[in-house]
């Protein structure tokens, strides 16, 4: 589900949503993106970006992000989208900004999504959409040097080089390892997916695996990395890749029962590795609500807890992680909210409900990380506060939710 998606689906409760409780931990709006324009209709180009999604925390301590556009209004028009820089004491700074080119296809990218860091320190990155193809491209983006264009996916014949491009992870032996979700040399309408290596030292691009809509799976999503260095996901049951031999497996037991006549399924949070298990986030297809659910390392032992949230609009989870509390945070754009998750029963030890589009951090809520000294840091895709003659467009914040340090 896109971004513009998840945005559309929050705005009624959006609208609808209180202040926080007094007695709540407040964020701190530590960068605010503006777009010039009219805040009632939000129509307008947006300098820095806006609708920012992903955030990390690099190597040297700042923060690193992207956001979805360059400009709002015409939603059937491509809009950009920008990679940011942002310091712990707030100190903004613009890396990159896609451009229309000439024939306005956004040669080297449309609307970015998820970010990382690659063992050489430089950013590297997927987008949405554009690339000559038009099915996204990977791009590094150095501190020093700016921006380089890697690959453009479905740029081989019948794109057997993948495309819809998923989030990456850095392995352990210094590469970077990605999704497509679609693509490949599977035996599916435009493939079946694909995983992904980038060598950061020659900027080679390739891929080390094909999904075969069968054995295999398909539409591949929910990339983790685990401590030995292999590689989970989710494509159609959990899977597990290991760089170092090329070996996969489905595990056995883990395609996700039904419900009601219908699938549980991932969203698209990433899974997490604590107490030799993976815990991730379910939902009941066309039903809504969320529920934890754990596994063992090998596909033994599937649970599902019981649903923590049955709100009837449905639930959907846009960043996790494991804080060092132990405890499961979650960020969520519907019920617009950020949630506390018990590993051990999958029930909810805290609410914290301190986005609405009145709010200096804006809403909804979208990437979540914590810091070393337990700080919790996110954005929200859309509102904050900013001058006349602008309107907000999401907010890089901060949140002492008096959590341990990591």
């Known amino acids: 589900m896109s971004q513009k998606v998840l945005i559309a689906l929050s705005l009624a409760l959006l609208l609808g949503s209180a202040a926080a409780h007094a007695a709540n931990p407040q964020p701190v709006a530590v960068a605010t993106f503006a777009c010039s324009g009219n805040k009632a209709q ?141 693509g490949g040399t599977g035996n599916c309408f435009a493939g079946c997916g694909t995983i992904f290596r980038v060598v950061p030292a020659t900027g080679t691009y390739e891929v080390v695996f094909n999904f075969d809509g069968h054995a295999d799976g398909n539409l591949p999503g929910s990339l983790t990395l685990a401590p030995d260095g292999g590689i989970y996901g989710f494509s159609g049951a959990i899977f597990h890749y290991v760089p170092a031999t090329g070996d996969f497996q489905l595990l056995p037991g883990t395609a996700f029962p039904r419900f009601n006549g219908d699938f549980g399924s991932f969203p698209t949070t990433s899974m997490v590795i604590a107490n030799g298990k993976l815990y991730g986030l379910y939902t009941i297809y066309k039903i809504g609500g969320a529920g934890l659910f754990e596994v063992n390392l090998d596909g033994s032992n599937l649970k599902l807890f019981p649903e923590y949230n ?56 979208a990437a979540l990380l914590q810091v070393k000294d337990g700080t919790l840091w996110g954005t929200t895709a859309m509102f904050g506060k900013v001058s006349a003659g602008h309107f907000g467009d999401g907010v890089v914040y901060s949140l002492n939710a008096g959590l341990p340090p990591q």
């Open 42 to 182: 939000r129509v307008g180009p947006c300098p820095h970006g806006g609708e920012p999604g992903s955030l990390i925390q690099g190597s040297d301590g700042n923060f690193y992000g992207t956001t979805f556009v360059s400009s709002e209004g015409n939603q059937s028009l491509p809009n950009g989208g920008t990679v940011f820089s942002v310091t712990p004491n707030g100190k903004f700074t613009l890396l990159h900004t896609f451009l229309p080119g000439v024939k306005n296809n956004y040669p080297n990218g449309n609307h970015p999504d998820s970010i990382t860091e690659g063992s050489d320190g430089n950013l590297y990155g997927v987008t949405f959409d554009g690339g000559v193809p038009g099915g996204g491209v990977l791009y590094r983006v150095s501190r020093k040097s700016g921006f380089q264009l890697i690959h453009q996916f479905c740029s081989s014949k019948n794109c057997t080089d993948g495309y819809l491009p998923e989030t990456m992870v850095a392995g352990t032996d210094g590469n970077l390892y990605g999704l497509t979700r679609a």
């Open 310 to 365: 049955t709100t009837p609009n449905g639930v959907v989870p846009t960043g996790m992680l494991l804080a060092s509390d132990g405890n499961l945070w979650v960020a969520q754009n519907l019920p617009n909210n950020l949630v506390a998750l018990s590993l051990s029963t999958g029930t909810v030890l805290k609410t914290l409900k301190p986005f609405s589009i009145n709010a200096a951090v804006g809403a909804p809520p």
